[in-house]
């Protein structure tokens, strides 16, 4: 099945800090990102990604999350992405798992990074896992996301080396300079409207 967005307007979901919503907006800026951010969304008021999306003059939501039930929630920030003629969301540390409502609205239009080479840690605390664990090289990766806990088709991925002297602060570093620069390349090729995906492959088209 071949993947294509109607338009490059992206919306962004974060919960934090929001170094890859910046390092998509930078590539934007540049021109080496050929996309659109059409809102920025955040369900955590104090959020450092939100203050840096109103920084650069984006249009941002806070929408708080707290004690509503997954769907009332879900169903409006849907509401706020289709009003910004969004057509690819882009988690970019959300920390919230999405109910069907979301996932139906947007059907292979939602992507995610995770920080470890999934299906391997997946989670909270992937860095710490993957040194719990004693793995030697780690990374990250973009994928799609579905119904499953950091489970959906994967885009693209990235390797970096687990070093004897690492600890949670210095790996997640290393992971998150591949990150910035391997979602903004995903995010391309998904508008670029190249991704076919089978099965639980995504195949690049040349
Ligand atoms: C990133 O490392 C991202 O991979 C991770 O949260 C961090 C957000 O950083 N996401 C997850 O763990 C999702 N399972 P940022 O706010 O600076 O982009």
Redesign the pocket.
Known sequence: MKIQPANRRLGIL????????EAIANQIASGKLRADIAVVISNVETAA?LERARTRGLETVYLPSKQRQREDFDREVVEILKKHDVSLVV???F?RILSRVFLEAFPFGIL????ALLPSF???D?QQKTLDYGVKFSG?TVHFVDDTL?GGPIIAQAVVPVLDSDDAETL?LR??RE?HRIYSEAIDLVLSGRCEIEGRRVRIRD
Request: net charge negative; proline share 7%; hydrophobic share 35%.
């Open positions: 974060l919960s934090g800090r929001g170094s890859n919503f990604g988690l970019a540390g920390m995610n990074i995770h920080p997946p989670g909270t992937a990250c950091d997640s992971i998150l990150e």
